[in-house]
């Protein structure tokens, strides 16, 4: 899924470098060429319209866009999260956003969504670190082919959804599996069955 195609680098020459055309991210001075699985991106799809389902519902100010960066507080790299939630009166104090579709800020990321694939360990390590040290409220693992380490989705490795809340400047997690109604504090009408997600993926 990831292809090192530089030296060390910063965010800003990041941005300088990056094409309009393809899916980069930026690890820890990295760059990386996101290319993800056909089931990867029909979980990413069908949570975009649930989510957005919510939105126009409710009339909510938040919208997501299609490949916004999240920059990291220190300035080494930057991610394309699978589903990213921004609230958009916030935009306006955004630097970077007219130029480059990029946040920096926790008041513009209600949530923040990432669908695991093989390279997991960036989701329970590197980018839930980021994501917590920023800010972001609520933060979604959605492992629907149950990749993740033992450690995180259990010994009987099963799909699961974990959620994580900001709570005194940590993640406190809650998890879904099967039939458990996923709990959001972002959408809290949201009515949608955790196998809901994983079914929508077409594994075999």
């Known amino acids: 899924m990831f292809q090192p195609l530089v030296e060390p680098i910063i965010f800003e020459e990041f941005l300088e470098w990056k094409p309009e055309n393809g899916r980069y991210e ?11 699985t056909g089931d990867h991106e029909l979980v990413r799809a069908f949570l975009i319209r649930e989510l957005n389902f919510e939105i126009r519902k409710f009339n909510l100010a938040y ?3 299609g490949q916004a960066l999240v920059k990291s507080v220190d300035k080494k790299s930057g991610y394309i999260p699978d589903v990213l939630v921004l ?21 513009s990321i209600p949530l923040a969504v990432e669908v695991v694939s093989t390279n997991w360990r960036d989701d ?5 670190g980021e994501y917590e040290e920023i800010g972001i409220p609520e933060y979604w693992i959605v492992d629907y082919a ?6 995180f989705i259990g010994n009987h490795k099963q799909p699961t959804i974990s959620v994580y809340v900001l709570v005194d400047g940590e993640y406190q997690v809650t998890q ?20 809901q997600v994983f079914q929508s993926a077409l594994i075999e």
């Open 26 to 36: 930026l690890h820890k001075g990295a760059i990386f060429e996101m290319q993800p």
């Open 63 to 65: 919208t997501i866009p």
């Open 87 to 107: 609230n958009v009166p916030n935009l306006v104090n955004e630097p970077f956003w007219k130029k480059s579709s990029t946040v920096t800020q926790a008041e």
């Open 124 to 128: 329970y390590f590197l980018k839930f």
């Open 146 to 151: 149950a990749l993740g380490g033992k450690r």
């Open 176 to 195: 879904f599996r099967g039939n458990d109604k996923i709990q959001s504090p972002t959408f809290p009408e949201l009515n949608l069955i955790a196998e």
